[in-house]
Structures are given as C-alpha cells and as structure tokens.
C-alpha cells in the first residue's frame, strides 16, 4: 500500500509540463526534505527519511527521483515515482554504502544526453530551502545549462485543491475531531502537557494518520504566549488556560483545529471574555470566505475588530490561511493579500492572541472549503461549537 493517487500524479506532472512548456524550459528540479516535505510529496506521495532529495520532470521522459541509497529501496516500493538515481550531496554525511550505485550530477547529464534529453535551460522548485551544496553540485554537473526559479508558478499548484484532494483534508479533519475529544479529557491540573498530546496523538495513528504536520501543540500557563509551544514535561495548575492543536495528515493532508481551554474546566471572566472576542472574530473572518475574496478584504473585520476591544497589540498572525500538505501553507490571506479565493479552495480560520500580561496567549482555529457561493465547514462539530458564545 502507498499513501499516492497516480491518477493525480500523473495530472500535476503534466501540468507541471506546461509551466515548462511556457517558460521554454527543458526540465523542472524539484527539491524536497523531511522538513520542506510538501513540493517532492505533490508528485510522489513519498518522503524518505534521513535523506534530502528532488524530483526531476523532463518535458519528455520519464521523471527520476533524485536521492540517497538508504531511501532508494523505500522509494521504489512506496513512491508514485520509481525511476531512482543516488547521489553524495543527498546521503547521510559521512555516512558509508558499499554495494549503493551512487553517481554525480555529470554522470547523470551524460546518461540524460545518451538518452536524448539535452537540457539547457532548467526550472528550480524550492530555492529558498535547497541547500547551497545541492545547488552548487548541480550547477557543476550541469554546466552551461541556466537555471530558472520556478518556485511561484510551480507552488500555485498546490493552491487549486481537487476533489480527491478535498475527500484527504476532510478524512483528517475527521482524526482532528477524534483527538479534540481525547485531548480535552486528558486536561486537568497535575496532568503533564505531553499527556494531553499522547491522548490526541495516538487516536489518530490508530485511525490511519500517515503522519503529522506540527509538532502536537499544547502550551499551557505562560508557554501559551509562545505561538507554536510543542508538549512539554510542564505539569498544568489550576486556574490558568492551555492551548492546544493538533494537525494529523491522511494521505500526506493534514487537518488540524485550535483551542484554549481552563486547565480546572471553568472559566473565569475575564478569560471568557477574551474568548468570546475570539469567536466573534473568528465569525466576522469566516463570512468573508467566498469566491472573489483576498486576504486584503477578508483580513478587515476582524482587524478592526480587535482593534475595537484593544486587542490589536496582542495580534501576530493573520486570520486565514490555506491548509493542504502543509498545515499553514500559501496562499496566505493577510492584509496585503491579493490571492483570491476560488471554489475549492481549503482555508483555515486561525484566531490568535500573544503576549497578554495575564492571559498569556491563545488560539481558536478550524477550516472550511469554499463553494460556489461561500463556504461550508470541514468540522461541523467544531464550528458549531465556536458560533456559540461561552456562557
């Protein structure tokens, strides 16, 4: 079993095709790691571990997954992509493989021009990530041929979501809904916050995560203000609020939710006042999800919102971006945001507040898909719950 659909490989490599095709490129590179893991997985539904490596789309041919030898038996079985090829720049460093097929970026233009693919003139996915060695080795085994970023066109890709893609974001909003529940009863004063992060963690690996795009947050007291507070050994007190997400991928896409809650099961008032300014956010952004909208409009309401109730100096992140193979990935809709929302469309609303003198920090978070004429949640459990008030 593999977690890639070939049918939708084999649409983006020609639509990546076409990016080549109007630009007069002969080849698209596109880097890939554990860590930037999205731009490899769009094409082969696969990451290997330890090692970095790209995929490489000739206009004509086959494409080549470009690797380390520790990963080129785990590509072959489980990646849309099987054609392999090792090389130094991509393995552990150091490390040894005596029976490996491993070559240099010459030798892999020279078996290309064997073949009859002359590349002159190649797009680059992923220059901001792709280290520098990777690049300069390329560039060596490849010289003469120009080099072109096509990091922008290539990664608009990813915006416009299919409908197999939809059914992927919903499945792991569905683990997202089974680790809330687990989640919350684990919270209570004297539980540790890795506790409340096993509870969410595991519902969801029993339930067919394919793995995880954040590192589970729970961030309580004081750690709450640190905007991304992975689980620690911290044990929660009475009376203060814990913040906590999860973001399970099924199928390599991820889901995820956010939410503060009191440690103790109350609230106190000034905590739910907060809160509740929170929500009304949180409603006022969501009304603005629907065809035609950017980030320049949907960001409004709630900004002058926060501003209204002296919020504004506690805002750091803006209150929609998209979700896909990445928790938080572009477009972004924030005040200068100019990408415009289409049917399809997976957007989370993401309501946050930091550095509070006494509440600390916290977060309200779910998705929605946009429809023909606005919007339809991917949890209806959970954007019943935040339309509502605390009382």
């Known amino acids: 079993m593999a977690y890639y659909n070939m049918a939708e490989t084999e649409k983006r490599i020609k639509a990546v095709r076409n990016i080549l095709t109007e630009k007069g490129l002969d080849a698209a590179l596109v880097y890939f790691d554990e860590l930037n893991i999205a731009n490899g997985w769009y094409l082969t539904g696969w990451c290997g571990q330890f090692e970095k490596g790209s995929v490489l789309i000739p206009v004509e041919g086959e494409p080549i997954l470009l690797g380390g030898p520790e990963s080129e038996p785990f590509a072959k079985m489980n990646s849309a992509i099987t054609k392999v090829r090792c090389f130094p720049v991509f393995m552990v460093p150091d490390e040894e493989y005596p029976n490996a097929t491993i070559i240099d970026f010459k030798q892999l233009n020279d078996e290309l021009k064997s073949e009859g693919t002359i590349l002159k003139k190649i797009g680059f996915v992923g220059t901001s990530t792709i280290p520098h060695q990777v690049y300069c080795d390329f560039q060596a085994g490849f010289e003469g041929v120009e080099m072109v970023d096509i990091t922008d066109e290539y990664e608009t890709l990813r915006a416009y979501k299919s409908e197999w893609e939809g059914q992927q974001i919903l499945k792991a909003t569905e683990l997202c809904d089974m680790a809330y529940d687990k989640m919350v009863a684990a919270i209570k004063p004297g539980a540790y916050e890795f506790e409340v992060a096993a509870a969410g963690e595991s519902i969801c690996r029993i339930n067919g995560a394919t793995s995880f795009a954040y590192s589970t947050i729970v961030g309580s007291g004081e750690r709450a203000k640190a905007v991304v507070p992975t689980a620690t050994n ?12 999860i973001a399970p991928r099924f199928n390599g896409y991820a889901g995820t939710f956010g939410d ?13 006042d907060l809160l509740n300014h929170m929500r ?3 409603r006022l952004t969501q009304e603005m999800l629907k065809p035609g909208m950017s980030g320049k409009e949907i960001d409004v309401p709630g900004r002058l919102y926060y501003e209204k109730h002296g919020l504004k100096d506690y805002l750091v992140c803006p209150f929609a971006h998209s979700i896909g193979l990445m928790e938080a990935e572009a477009p972004f809709f924030g005040p200068n945001g100019d990408f415009v929302l289409v049917p399809g469309m997976t957007v989370m609303v993401d309501v946050s507040f930091f550095g509070h003198p006494d509440l600390h920090g916290g977060r309200i978070e779910t998705g929605f898909i946009i429809t023909e004429d606005g919007c339809k949640p991917m949890s209806p459990k959970m954007w019943d719950y935040f339309q509502k008030d605390l009382k």
Do not use: A
């Not at 911290?234 to 997400?245: N, T, Y």
């Not at 503060?260 to 739910?272: A, C, D, E, F, R």
């Open 234 to 245: 911290r044990p929660m007190e009475d009376g203060e609020l814990v913040m906590i997400g």
């Open 280 to 282: 009304e956010t949180m």
């Open 260 to 272: 503060t809650l009191p440690v103790n099961g109350v609230y106190t008032q000034k905590q739910k």
